[in-house]
T-cell receptor, first 114, second 112 residues
Framework: DTAVSQTPKYLVTQMGNDKSIKCEQN?????MYWYKQDSKKFLKIMFS???????INETVPNRFSPKSPDKAHLNLHINSLELGDSAVYFC?????????????FGPGTRLTVL | GENVEQHPSTLSVQEGDSAVIKCTYS??????FPWYKQELGKGPQLIID?????GEKKDQRIAVTLNKTAKHFSLHITETQPEDSAVYFC???????????FGSGTRLQVQP
C-alpha cells in the first residue's frame, strides 16, 4: 500500500565503500527525484528523472550515480563513500501530467559513513 | 537559481494558539508554493500548497497566503494541537523545473 518506498531505511558503512539505495513508487508517476537532507535538516535536490531520463543533476559529485531501470524505480549508487556523505536521502515522485510539482516523498534512508 | 528563506527556525506556542511561518523567494518566475510537514524519522508530507494565481487557500486549521509582489508566502495554523509539533518546510518551484527549492525549515513545538 506504500506509495513511495525506499530500502534500506538505515545504512552504516565505512569510508571508501560503495553502496546503493533503492526507491520504488506505485503511484504511476513519471518523474522521480533524489533529495539530500543534511544534519541541519536542509533539503536539497540532487537528481530528477523523467520517464527514465535524467533531467536535473544539481552539481552532485560524480561518485553519485542514479539509475532508473523503469519509471517506477530510481536507485542511487554511491562510490567511494566519504564522511560528508552522511545524511538522510529521500526519494520522491510526481506526476508528469500535473504542471505543478506535487511531490510525494519516501520515508528516507539514513546513511552514516564511519 | 531560486533561493527560499524561511523564518523563524524554531517556534514554540501553547496549545490552542496560532502559529505563523513566513517564507520569501527570489525567482519571480516561481509559481508553485507547497508546504511540507516532517515528523521525526519520516519523510516530508505535503499539507497544503498554493499556486501563483491564488492569494489565499485554506484547509480546516491550515491556511497559506501568497503575496507575489513582495515575493513572500506564509503558513498559518490556528488552534494548534500537540500533534502539530514537527518541522515545517516551505518550498517553491516554477513551470518547467521539476524540482523544489526548500526553505531551511521551522521546528514547531506545541506545548500542551
Amino acid at each position: 500500500d506504500t506509495a513511495v518506498s525506499q530500502t534500506p531505511k538505515y545504512l552504516v558503512t565505512q569510508m571508501g565503500n560503495d553502496k546503493s539505495i533503492k526507491c520504488e513508487q506505485n503511484l504511476g508517476h513519471d518523474t522521480m527525484y533524489w533529495y539530500k537532507q543534511d544534519s541541519k535538516k536542509f533539503l536539497k535536490i540532487m537528481f530528477s528523472y523523467n520517464n527514465k531520463e535524467l533531467i536535473i543533476n544539481e552539481t552532485v559529485p560524480n561518485r553519485f550515480s542514479p539509475k532508473s531501470p523503469d519509471k517506477a524505480h530510481l536507485n542511487l549508487h554511491i562510490n567511494s563513500l566519504e564522511l560528508g556523505d552522511s545524511a538522510v536521502y529521500f526519494c520522491a515522485s510526481s506526476p508528469l501530467a500535473v504542471s505543478y510539482n506535487e511531490q510525494f516523498f519516501g520515508p528516507g534512508t539514513r546513511l552514516t559513513v564511519l | 537559481g531560486e533561493n527560499v528563506e524561511q523564518h523563524p527556525s524554531t517556534l514554540s506556542v501553547q496549545e490552542g494558539d496560532s502559529a505563523v511561518i513566513k517564507c520569501t523567494y527570489s525567482d519571480s518566475a516561481s509559481n508553485y508554493f507547497p508546504w511540507y510537514k516532517q515528523e521525526l524519522g519520516k519523510g516530508p508530507q505535503l499539507i497544503i500548497d498554493i499556486r501563483s494565481n491564488v492569494g489565499e487557500k485554506k484547509d480546516q486549521r491550515i491556511a497559506v497566503t501568497l503575496n507575489k509582489t513582495a515575493k513572500h508566502f506564509s503558513l498559518h495554523i490556528t488552534e494548534t494541537q500537540p500533534e502539530d509539533s514537527a518541522v515545517y518546510f516551505c518550498a517553491a518551484s516554477r513551470e518547467g523545473r521539476r524540482a523544489l527549492t526548500f526553505g531551511s525549515g521551522t521546528r514547531l513545538q506545541v506545548q500542551p
